[in-house]
């Protein structure tokens, strides 16, 4: 497994490739946004961390690009704790954040449970989830909705919609999609789900302020109702945000 360290401290790049050749991954490294992306075209590569802040362009910048091509997993490293920040990582299209300087064992902890639900999602694509219009296609990582394009997503993204649309029409919590998707029992990080639910209704939704598939239920938590389709008028390619996050 080659990991990807995007960072432009080189001390902090050298401190963090030794963890992780200790922990027995494989290190490249790269030390702004040009050098990332030649990187990640050229393959090979499992996972990528990248340091948030650069001196010309932020790293949330990188992401957006990375996400035009490819839904590597992605953790951010930063030294900002604000949850603005940390919001901003996963709405550019991150699957975690951490917040440096880190202990080593809560980065390597991090890193397994990215790439574990990253290979879980790829190791089951045998079957599809089909809930009324709404096709999952577990093999490409992808919903096809009704007629419409097949839109792409990210792990994060599928495992939470999966998650939906297996348990459509009931009510989950957030401990409940904590504990299934991200794999932690943490029922107060509602900012983390806030944020991609509204990445999921930006893909999925006609309106996503509108939601009329991915609702939320006042104090409770989340359901998925594949029963109320959309009106055709407002089925156009443009209303739907087609790619990774």
Known sequence: MDILIVDSDIMQTKITSFLLLEAGYQVKTAHDGQECIRAIRQGQLGLVLLEAQFPHVTGFEICQHIRQFSDIPIIFLSTCSSVQERVRGLETGGDDYVIKPFE????????????????ETKSDAQWKVQKGNFILDTFGRQILIGEERAVRLTPIEYRLLEYLMINAGQVLTARQIMEQVWQRDQSNDSSLISTYIQRLRAKIEPVAAEPQHIITVRNLGYRFDAALV?????????????GSA
């Open 104 to 119: 080593p064992s809560e980065l390597l902890v991090r890193i397994g449970a990215v790439l574990r639900r990253c290979k």
């Open 230 to 242: 959309a009106q055709p008028h407002r089925h156009t390619h443009a209303q739907y945000a087609v």
